[in-house]
């Protein structure tokens, strides 16, 4: 079956640095992408990896491993508007988006 | 308007109730989807639409019934729900479903409350 696993929760201080972690097993691999999604509110596109290598965008980059089947987002300097839920989703070898179930990140003054 | 709009954002039905939830984009994309969010769960695809078309539709139950009469306008027809069907209902659209480069955007959903 096709699986994407990310932690369900994480906490982090203002200011800070976080680093969510995103790994994969699906038939086949065509990119990854990270969304951001506030209570309430739509998913919004945050990156995009087809290749191999960090992807970085501000204060939000974007790693991925393909022979690992691994990604991570790293945000840095830590904002109260940056408490939101993250999703993983991969593009599978049908062209399917496969979706994780997202990480809460909850932010601390 | 711009983007993916969805109406209505919050919606309590009972189990014999038959309701419809409409989303319409403005991005001029050629595809269009449904999800249904439940907490701490992957999000879940129910129906794709491509050019009007149907393309995709996952082993939905028969009680909900899409309509997609253009490639602007989609809706979920609902009728005889179960509590478990209680959840947020996503729209997105894109425009190359076939592609590899296939980012979504998304509507703001509808929050279903089925009593």
């Known amino acids: 079956g096709q699986n994407i696993d990310q932690p369900t929760e994480m906490t982090a201080t203002e200011g800070a640095i976080v680093q969510i972690n995103c790994t994969y097993q699906?038939?086949?691999?065509?990119?990854l992408f990270w969304y951001q999604q506030h209570a309430g509110e739509a998913p919004t596109f945050l990156s995009y990896n087809v290749l191999d290598g960090l992807e970085e965008k501000g204060r939000f980059s974007s790693f991925l491993s393909r022979s690992k089947g691994y990604s991570y987002l790293l945000l840095k300097e830590l904002q109260m508007k940056d408490s939101a839920s993250y999703l993983c989703a991969v593009t599978d070898s049908n062209y399917q988006l496969i979706w994780g179930a997202g990480t809460k990140l909850i932010i601390k003054p | 308007e711009t983007g993916v709009t969805q109406t209505p954002r919050h919606l309590v039905m009972g189990m014999t109730n038959k309701k419809s939830l409409k989303c319409e984009q403005h991005l001029g994309h050629n595809a269009m989807y449904w999800y249904k969010q439940s907490a701490k769960k992957p999000l879940e695809l129910m129906f794709v639409y491509n050019f009007k078309e149907q393309t995709e539709n996952n082993s939905v139950p028969s009680r909900f019934s899409p309509e997609c009469p253009n490639s602007s306008h989609l809706f979920l027809h609902l009728h005889t729900l179960q509590p478990e069907d209680s959840a947020l209902y996503l729209c997105a659209s894109s425009q190359d479903p076939g592609g590899d480069y296939n980012e979504q955007f998304f509507g703001p959903g509808t929050r279903l409350t089925v009593l």
């Open positions: 699906t038939s086949g691999f065509n990119g």
